[in-house]
């Protein structure tokens, strides 16, 4: 059994030339700036499989990202965990393989190195289509209130890993 690192692990995930797609790792490089003891960042434009290396071999991960369900207000901040998207894994080609999928499958291949505890900070956002270094100014406005979220999803892993 492998041992995990207590170092948290903040990836914000995302494009920084499709507009509101920038959200994730504008938030990370936030939190990088802040140089906060016991958390690394990452800043990463992939998904699917390719998130499985990255989070190997940490115990806790934060993983900060846009989401379009169009039920909410862009801007609007959620709280997931990996359970939440359960019903969204499923049988693809490894072309299409999403973020859920790509978790499942790391569990399943190298379940000692997966981390025990993944959050998922989500920004609804407005634009995920247009070719824009640039987010939309409710998804922009945004951002201190996602930092925020972060950090708080970063103290609940110090505070859990103290009791431990």
Known sequence: MSELSDTILVIGLGSPIMSDDAIGLE???EIE????DGVETRQEPVGGLDIIPLLWGYRNVIIVDAIQTRQYDPGTIMFFDPEDFDDTVGDASAHDINLATGMR???EV???????SVRFVAI???????VHEGMTPK?????P??????????DEFKAQSKQD
């Open 105 to 107: 499958i790391g569990r």
């Open 124 to 130: 609804e956002v407005e634009d995920l289509q247009t």
């Open 145 to 154: 209130s996602a930092v925020r979220a972060v950090l708080h999803l970063i």
């Open 110 to 116: 190298e379940p000692d190195m997966m981390p025990e």
């Open 33 to 36: 700036r802040m140089g906060l």
């Open 139 to 143: 998804v922009q406005e945004a951002k």
């Open 27 to 29: 938030v990370a490089d």
